[in-house]
């Protein structure tokens, strides 16, 4: 090869070199940034699972935070009433979505905003009343169904399976909880035919103590923690109450064995934050959120503390152990 046809030949590459890279740049600069809300009743720890399911999901979208993404997290640490503020704060900051966790969350969200696209994580979207139905759901908001309805049955089943002498159990829960409301009536149908007598409580922030001590009062012996954001938001204390009286119990949110729960049987969170991100990524590429149906989760998880079974006393089914998802030893 001549001289001449050696500098034509650096010449071509170092060209289609400069193309790659242009290329390539389009290619990373092509997801503008997107800043979103993320607002959950309860605190950072219980929904933990659900938000780095978002985040490996937005990830996996050449979503970057501190480059192309920003997340601005709000959490109202079980006081309810402080969803209102918190939104609207968020709503101040020009957000380009919001994610809400729970009904109640969404609920407030869709009385501030008619414009500002939401995101939601609702035990069940039709019967909170957000949407009319799970394939149209309408105006600014979409998301993810829990299906926690149709799975809260299996709460007291597992727990019955686990220690079959039960006979009086709590169910803790939160009355405002338009979902948890009719989960209730649910377990409470069902909880004759397995032999149990339940007794509900409400649990108050602004009097956790007061509601402990009634369920210390009732001589219940074993306890039923709804999948509920204020319940969620003293888990650590509840946690510790049924390892005081020696009470079986089984959570609604999966996070709660690894926290020392004796059992959790729920959604699977991560899995449904990275589907989420599906949404949100839709959305900021400009698809409207009616035009997005609402799915059902059927993803399951199953968690037992095997050192917490241990602790109470319990000789686990081996067959149990076989179905659940993770045992925590």
Known sequence: MTAVGRLVRRGLIAALAAVIASTAGLGQNRVRQANIGYISPS???SINEYLRGVRKGLSNRRYVEGRNLVIEERYADGFTDRLP?????LLAKKMDLLMTVGSQTAIVAQHLTSSVPIVF???????????PSLTHPGANLTGLSL????YSVKWPELLKEVAPNLRRVA????????????????IRHIAPKLGLEIETFSLSPSNIDGSLAAISAAGVD???LMNDAVVESFAGRLIAFAAERDLPAIW?????????????????????GQRAAHYVDRILKGTSPSDLPIEQTTV??????????KALGLSLPPSLLQRADQVIE
Do not use: C, H
């Open 300 to 309: 399951f998880t199953l968690r037992i503390n095997l050192r917490t079974a």
């Open 171 to 186: 169910l803790v829960w939160n009355p405002a909880n338009p979902v948890v409301v009719e989960e209730v009536e649910q």
């Open 121 to 131: 994580l609702s035990g069940d979207p039709t019967k909170a009343g957000l949407v």
């Open 252 to 272: 609604g949110s999966g996070f709660a064995p690894m926290q020392g729960a004796l059992m959790s049987y729920s959604s699977n969170y991560f899995a449904l």
């Open 222 to 224: 074993g306890l039923i």
């Open 43 to 45: 605190d950072s720890i």
């Open 147 to 150: 299906a926690s309805t149709e």
């Open 85 to 89: 503020s918190l939104i609207s704060g």
